[in-house]
């Protein structure tokens, strides 16, 4: 029993990702690349300690939820939508019938005081930062499971959401409109016997539909970095079928939270509420990760995790990337990308991204993105050729972060401490002698 156990860890962490398209018939690597994706995804969400942003964002939405649908609701006024959205954001939250009535309340109430210019100063302040705070939280938490350093500008993120304020009013009374449109053609079509139930299919299906539209909206619009829709459609039907699901499970069990409705009493909305929160953010971010790993699977040589590499493969591959940058900045080519640099290093993608945004923080690369959201950002030395070698490359890896700190510890040093520096000093002084473009095969 042992063995089959050792066996199988062995396969899900090394067989598994050994495995040749030539080795298995076209049926069976579909399934072993399904499985992949799901390990990685499994392993990230787990690694990256998902569920504690899931937590957070919990926290940040039960602060923005007020405003953000005070802004929803206002726009949609100004229209005459306003009975559209309410009675969609009850059917979004059937499965919380009080806390969706008390979430109404609390909205129309700052709307109206809003309005008398009660909530003017601080307390506009306050609102607005919780809506960014929730905003900020969400696009970091994608961004993180999408190993993108760079978040969205101070204009892109004004123009980005703004226009997603304005645009999800008009798109829920789209889907109503159309929702109610299906209905009344059911009822006038009784007398097809065939017809009818299958309006009545299509009708079900909506929710599904809609949230799943949505969550693929979201992936695609929220990482700071361009997804193929194609790679966020799955993961996000996946999502959506998820959270109708919990929407059901939630309904069906309020028999058994009776008791805890007994026990808190009217108190009781608030943590089920939240728990129904952290449930849907801990969906959607494993949806992200499926994404993430649907999009990035065929880059990925062998599951690494660049954790794990010791400082000296570090600095030996950086020297290598350094090394193509230089070469191809002195034959005055175009500058090369990360999936450039992987193609000619066959390292993993997830370890060239690592290592390259470890060089820019050292100053030693520059990014030149021709794009927002920096598809096609590519990379060239930040220094002249002649001063990029290898020493003032170690040199700058070893002092990046406080090169400084004031203590008061020059009287534990010795004579050999000393000698240690100018060894130090001497070695960096001799790989200053060797030019990293000359380090790897010029192609």
């Not at 939820?65 to 954001?89: D, H, M, Q, S, T």
């Not at 972060?401 to 001799?430: M, N, P, R």
Request: a neutral charge; proline letters at 3%.
């Amino acid at each position: 029993m042992k063995e089959q156990i050792r066996h199988i860890i062995g396969f899900f962490r090394y067989g598994l990702w050994q495995l040749n398209e030539d080795d298995t018939t076209p049926f069976k690597w579909i399934m072993i690349e399904i499985l992949k994706k799901l390990v990685l995804a499994i392993r990230f969400f787990t690694a990256k300690r998902v569920v504690n942003k899931a937590a957070a964002l919990t926290y940040s939405s039960l602060l923005a939820i007020v405003p953000i649908l005070a802004v929803v609701f206002a726009i949609a006024r100004g229209f005459g939508y306003n009975k559209y959205i309410e009675v969609w954001f009850r059917d979004a939250l059937q499965s919380q019938p009080q806390a969706a009535e008390v979430i109404i309340g609390f909205v129309n109430s700052y709307l109206v005081h809003t309005k008398s210019g009660i909530f003017l100063g601080i307390g506009l302040l306050f609102m607005l930062y919780t809506v960014l705070m929730l905003v900020s939280n969400v696009e970091q938490a994608f961004n993180e499971i999408w190993q993108v350093k760079k978040p969205r500008t101070i204009f892109r993120t004004f123009t980005d959401y703004l226009a997603m304020f304005f645009c999800f009013p008009i798109l829920i009374v789209l889907t109503s409109g159309l929702s109610i449109f299906m209905a009344t053609m059911v009822n006038e079509m009784d007398d097809f016997m065939l017809l009818t139930p299958v309006v009545r299919f299509l009708i079900d299906m909506v929710p599904y539909v809609l949230m799943s539209g949505l969550f693929i909206a979201f992936y695609i619009f929220m990482p700071n970095t361009h997804v193929k829709p194609m790679c966020a459609v799955v993961p996000g039907i996946l999502a959506g079928i998820a959270m109708q699901g919990v929407q059901i499970f939630y309904i069906h069990a309020q028999m058994f939270l009776s008791s805890y409705n007994a026990i808190y009493g009217s108190f009781a909305a608030l943590p089920l509420f939240m728990l129904w929160l952290q449930i849907s953010w801990t969906i959607c971010l494993f949806g992200v990760e499926l994404c993430y790993t649907n999009q990035n699977l065929d880059y990925y040589d062998y599951d690494a995790n660049t954790g794990e590499i010791s400082y000296r493969y570090r600095v030996m591959m950086c020297a290598l990337l350094m090394s193509c940058v230089a070469q191809r900045f002195k034959q005055g080519g175009q500058p090369l990308t990360a999936l450039d640099l992987r193609k000619r290093t066959r390292l993993p993608i997830r370890i060239v991204n690592d290592l390259l945004y470890k060089l820019i923080d050292a100053k030693l690369l520059l990014e030149v993105s021709a794009d927002e959201k920096g598809e096609t950002s590519s990379f060239i030395p930040a220094h002249d050729l002649r001063s990029m070698t290898v020493g003032t490359m170690v040199d700058h890896l070893e002092s990046v972060g406080t090169w400084k700190i004031e203590l008061d510890v020059s009287a534990l040093f010795t004579e050999q401490w000393c000698k240690t520096l100018e060894i130090h000093t001497e070695y960096l002084h001799q790989l200053r002698n060797i030019p990293l473009e000359d380090l790897a095969k010029v192609q």
